[in-house]
T-cell receptor, first 115, second 110 residues
């Protein structure tokens, strides 16, 4: 149980294009989903927290208009990187939780490369 | 805000025991979690401590002392597949977000 999937697992795009990453909880309802970014050899940095049906809460320094997050259902959250640039190349990981008191379950991650 | 400190690297031989320490500073501590991450993979949950004491899960154990703002992950009977990065992460009351430490790279040698 507690499986989280991400799609795509990797993506290469040209600078200036937008990329959408999906995060799905497969066998539980996720009231809260989290989006992280991880650069090589570094730790996971939380980008935003999304709760189903409400606006995402972004961490300080994360541009809301660049990283659009939608959590339209209890099993799906999407992260759209708009007008991607090479510096946005990173490993994007989502996690999902069935509730505040529960552990977070991580997806397999999406490796984004912007040329 | 929160801050966590853990060693950057540890090297040990197969069969050995490794202890990864984690000290933290946080305003509203809720619990300490440990995650394992292999190169190119996502973090996988290892252990959680909400109360003081030792939690044992197979070869891995985790300890917490809230009064000392300190915890550790103990890896026993090390195997080559245990070579990975290990992160401690703190949860706070109120938002239940995870704040990760910088990670400890464990290298297991034959």
């Amino acid at each position: 149980g507690a499986v989280v999937s991400q799609h795509p697992s990797w993506v290469i795009c040209k600078s200036g294009t937008s990329v959408k990453i999906e995060c799905r909880s497969l066998d539980f309802q996720a009231t809260t989903m989290f989006w992280y970014r991880q650069f090589p050899k570094q730790s996971l940095m939380l980008m935003a927290t999304s709760n189903e049906g409400s606006k995402a809460t972004y961490e300080q320094g994360v541009e809301k208009d660049k990283f659009l997050i939608n959590h339209a259902s209890l099993t799906l959250s999407t992260l759209t990187v708009t007008s991607a640039h090479p510096e946005d190349s990173s490993f994007y990981i989502c996690s999902a939780s069935p509730g505040e008191a529960y552990e977070q379950f991580f997806g397999p991650g999406t490796r984004l490369t912007v040329l | 805000g929160q801050s966590l400190e853990q060693p950057s690297e540890v090297t040990a031989v197969e069969g050995a025991i490794v202890q990864i320490n984690c000290t933290y500073q946080t305003s509203g501590f809720y619990g300490l979690s440990w995650y394992q991450q292999h190169d190119g993979g996502a973090p996988t949950f290892l252990s959680y401590n909400g109360l003081d004491g030792l939690e044992e899960t197979g070869r891995f154990s985790s300890f917490l002392s809230r009064s000392d703002s300190y915890g550790y992950l103990l890896l026993q009977e090390l195997q080559m597949k245990d070579s990975a990065s290990y992160f401690c992460a703190v949860r706070e009351f109120g938002d239940y977000k995870l704040s990760f430490g910088a990670g400890t790279t464990v290298t297991v040698r034959a």
